[in-house]
T-cell receptor
Framework: SQQGEEDPQALSIQEGENATMNCSYK?????LQWYRQNSGRGLVHLIL?????REKHSGRLRVTLDTSKKSSSLLITASRAADTASYFC???????????FGGGTRVLVKP | KAGVTQTPRYLIKTRGQQVTLSCSPI?????VSWYQQTPGQGLQFLFE???????NKGNFPGRFSGRQFSNSRSEMNVSTLELGDSALYLC???????????????FGSGTQLSVL
C-alpha cells in the first residue's frame, strides 16, 4: 500500500496560473519530499521538508507540511509549459527505512 | 559530476527468461535503491543496498534479487519473467544511508522492460 496519496490525480492549467497539489500520508514521518517526473524518465528531486518544518520555498515552488493533519501541499507559481510533468510526494517514515511514493499528480500546463 | 547511469535503456524479453539490469550511482554515493514503476501500481520499492549489504526490501517475490559491488555499482536480477514484470525499473542513489543524514534520492533514467 502507498503511504502518500496525491490529490488531484490530474490537473490542467494555463501557462502563468498557479498549480496546487496535495499529499496525504498515514504514519509519522521524518521528512516528506516532492519529485517531478517527465514522461518515461527518472524522477528529479524538487524539495525536502522535515517533520519539524512547516513551510519551505525553492524558486517558484512552495511546500507546506501539516503533521497534525498528515498532509502536505506543493504550489507551483506562474506555471510554464515546461512544468508539464507528474509530481510525486514521498515520505521517509519514522519507522522503517524506505522512501515511499504516492501515486502522483499529472500536471498539464497549456501554452 | 555524472548522474546515475542505468543500462540498458530498453529491454524486451519473453516469459520465463531472466534479466539483469545495471545501475552506476553518482560517484561517492554508497546507497542504491531500486523501484518498479507501472501504470497500475505506481512506484513500488524493491530493495536498498548500502556498502554491499541489502538494508531494506520491499514486498516482491524471491524472483527479484539484487546485489551491490564494492564500487557501489548495483545490479538487479529478475528470474522466470512474467508478463506482469513489464515496467520501468528505476535506480536511485543517495549520499547517506537513510536515517543518517541527507535522504535526497538521485534517479537514473530507468530501464524499460517489456515481457512478451
Amino acid at each position: 500500500s502507498q503511504q502518500g496519496e496525491e490529490d488531484p490525480q490530474a490537473l490542467s492549467i494555463q501557462e502563468g496560473e498557479n498549480a496546487t497539489m496535495n499529499c496525504s500520508y498515514k504514519t509519522s514521518i521524518n521528512n516528506l519530499q516532492w519529485y517531478r517526473q517527465n514522461s518515461g524518465r527518472g524522477l528529479v528531486h524538487l524539495i525536502l521538508i522535515r517533520s519539524n518544518e512547516r513551510e519551505k520555498h525553492s524558486g517558484r515552488l512552495r511546500v507546506t507540511l501539516d503533521t497534525s493533519k498528515k498532509s502536505s501541499s506543493l504550489l507551483i507559481t506562474a506555471s510554464r509549459a515546461a512544468d508539464t510533468a507528474s509530481y510525486f510526494c514521498a515520505t521517509d517514515a519514522a519507522a522503517g527505512n524506505k522512501l515511499t511514493f504516492g501515486g502522483g499528480t499529472r500536471v498539464l500546463v497549456k501554452p | 559530476k555524472a548522474g546515475v547511469t542505468q543500462t540498458p535503456r530498453y529491454l524486451i524479453k519473453t516469459r520465463g527468461q531472466q534479466v539483469t539490469l545495471s545501475c552506476s550511482p553518482i560517484s561517492g554515493h554508497r546507497s542504491v535503491s531500486w523501484y518498479q514503476q507501472t501504470p497500475g501500481q505506481g512506484l513500488q520499492f524493491l530493495f536498498e543496498y548500502f556498502s554491499e549489504t541489502q538494508r531494506n526490501k520491499g514486498n516482491f517475490p524471491g524472483r527479484f534479487s539484487g546485489r551491490q559491488f564494492s564500487n557501489s555499482r548495483s545490479e538487479m536480477n529478475v528470474s522466470t519473467l512474467e508478463l506482469g514484470d513489464s515496467a520501468l525499473y528505476l535506480c536511485a542513489s543517495s549520499l547517506y544511508f537513510r536515517g543518517q543524514g541527507n535522504e535526497k534520492l538521485f534517479f537514473g533514467s530507468g530501464t524499460q522492460l517489456s515481457v512478451l
